[in-house]
């Protein structure tokens, strides 16, 4: 299996996680606002008795590092970055999204619920749209490297 395969079933299970230990248990809520480090962003929101929604930092990077691999995927194939583009889009979509449920019912959300089905349903039309679906569950990262002094052209590495 490759990477993508994994960072599929990463998510989905980190999308099962965030929704259990926000919905089902007080405890990431509890946590969340009782821990004051740099593992959470705020925004702020119109409501004085809650005047912020919180974001914590596993929900930008694992999501993060799937769209950085469409952008590996994009670079590999040496054509336009269409599945970055797309896998993005939906990030930030999925983003939005969060954020405009957590002020709409004044209450916790667990963000993977909204970004993973986003970035993943985003990059998974677009393949399925190009008829490229095979090449993308394929796609190995391990097996392309940047030649030094090139960094947009992908060579294979000699193993």
Not at 113 to 125: D, M, S
Request: proline share 6%; with cysteine.
């Amino acid at each position: 299996m490759n990477f993508l395969f994994h960072l599929y079933t990463l998510q989905a299970g980190l999308f099962v996680y965030d929704i259990f230990w926000v919905f089902f248990t007080p405890v990431m809520v509890s946590v969340a606002k009782s821990f004051d480090a740099p593992i959470k962003l705020l925004f702020p929101t119109a409501d004085s008795t809650r005047p912020f929604s919180m974001l914590g930092l596993g929900d930008i990077v694992i999501p993060g590092i799937f769209v950085a691999l469409a952008l590996r995927y994009d670079v590999s194939r040496g054509k336009e970055r269409q599945y970055f583009k797309s896998a993005f889009l939906g990030y930030t979509l999925g983003l939005v999204l969060t954020i405009v449920v957590m002020n709409w019912f004044q209450a916790a959300q667990p963000a993977l619920l909204y970004i993973v089905p986003a970035v993943i349903g985003f990059l998974a039309a677009h393949c399925i749209w190009n008829g490229e679906v095979g090449p993308l569950l394929e796609f190995d990262e391990s097996k392309t490297a940047v030649v030094e002094g090139s960094a947009d052209k992908p060579s294979k590495k000699v193993e």
